[in-house]
Every structure is written in C-alpha cells, then in structure tokens.
C-alpha cells in the first residue's frame, strides 16, 4: 500500500487517541517499512509471498517488543514496535485476496442471492473463515520483472510479462486498482483499531499513560 494510504488508515483509525507526538513515531515507523531495505527480503512485513505465518509470527513479535519496552518506562520504542506491527496488519488486505474471497460472497453468480455487495465500512476484517480459508493468497514478488510494475509507463508491460499470482496482479496498494481498494481501506482502518485493542488490553493505567503520551482517550 502506498505510504499515503497508510497514512489516512494511522488517522482514520487512531486519529486522537494518541499525543501528535507519539502519532508521529508511529506513523513514520509504519511507512518506514516500505524503505529500500524493507522491499527486499521481508516478506513478513508486507504480507507477501504468502508469508502468512511468519507475518503474523512478526506482528505478535512486535507487539511484545511494544509491550516490554513500555514496562521498562522507553515509549519511543514501544511506539516505533506498533508502528511496525500495523503497517504488517494494513498490508494484508492490500496483498492478499481476503478482499476478493469477502466480497466473493455477494456475487450473484454463486447464488448466496445477494445482488450487490454492502459498502465498504461494511466489510468484516476478521472473518475467521476467511482468514483461514484453503483460498487465501497473496502477491508473489517476482524479481526483476516485478520492479518494472513501478514504474507507471512500464505496467502494462510488467502485467503481461508477469503471472495473475503475483504482486502486480494481486495488489490493492492504490485506487487505480479499482473499487476493491475502498473494501481494502477500510478492512484496514477496522483492523488497525483491533491491533490497538489487543496490544493495549492488559496494561497498567501507567502503561496506557505512558503509550497514549497524556491522551484522556483510547
Ligand atoms: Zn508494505
């Protein structure tokens, strides 16, 4: 997902619930992961690859490291762990088919009997059917040819050369690729506010002070 996409997500979903400070760090730790030296070999940051073990084994990762270095007084890198773990939990429903498979459901042609899909801030981000489904994939990166998808001019190159399992064909980083991107969107803001449920679940009223940086909210 492009990094202002993860943006609107970190507002629409946390927006006020943390001091701008502490949404500063975790925003940049966030759209820090698409870096250069994010891209290659960290899969379990993007949900690629169907690297959906090791991307839920680095969220759970992260958020312990969140955890541990708020009880050890340190926020910055506590903000900096959950930055990290959202952009991995805002990716999945640019990369993999959950999207697809979810709104599969409301397809005339399998004859569920619904004629359109509800709207977006419908859709559900963890149906466990679905999460577990034998369908779920995500993007395959094919090097090099994948590297030419980025570059606007050269894209439609890039679609013929490379398979319809990979990135290219599979991803829903931006509008261009149609109204699932809305479905996409808003999947992620949902998600993200679980993540900020399930990571700060347990804490201490100090603990949540110190995460929230002051804020009353949360
Ligand atoms: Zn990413």
New binding site residues.
């Given amino acids: 997902?492009l990094s202002q996409y993860?943006i609107e997500i970190m507002l629409a979903s946390l927006g006020g619930r943390f001091s701008p400070r502490a949404m500063s760090v975790i925003t940049h730790a966030n759209i820090n992961?698409?870096r250069i030296a994010?891209?290659f070999g960290h899969d379990e940051?993007?949900f690629d690859n169907n690297a959906f073990d090791k991307s839920y084994a680095y969220i759970e990762e992260q958020r312990a490291f969140a955890i541990s270095s708020l009880r050890s007084g340190n926020a910055d890198a506590a903000w900096q762990a959950f930055g990290r773990l959202l952009?991995?939990a805002?990716?999945f429903y640019?990369?993999s088919n959950y999207i697809t498979l979810w709104l599969s459901r409301f397809d005339p042609s399998t004859g569920l009997g619904h004629a359109a899909p509800p709207p977006p801030p419908e859709v559900d981000p963890m149906d466990p059917s679905l999460i577990h489904s034998p369908d779920l994939r995500s993007g395959k990166v094919y090097y090099p040819f994948e590297l030419l998808y980025f570059v606007r001019q050269l894209r439609p190159l890039a679609l013929r050369i490379l398979p319809r399992d990979s990135h290219a064909w599979m991803n829903l980083d931006s509008p261009a690729q149609g109204f699932k991107f809305d479905y996409a969107i808003q999947a992620a803001v949902k998600r993200t506010v679980i993540e900020f449920e399930i990571t700060t679940q347990g804490f201490s009223e100090e603990m949540r002070r110190l995460f929230l940086d002051g804020q009353a909210g949360g």
């Fill in positions: 997902m993860h992961q698409d994010g891209q940051y993007h952009h991995t805002q990716d640019a990369h």
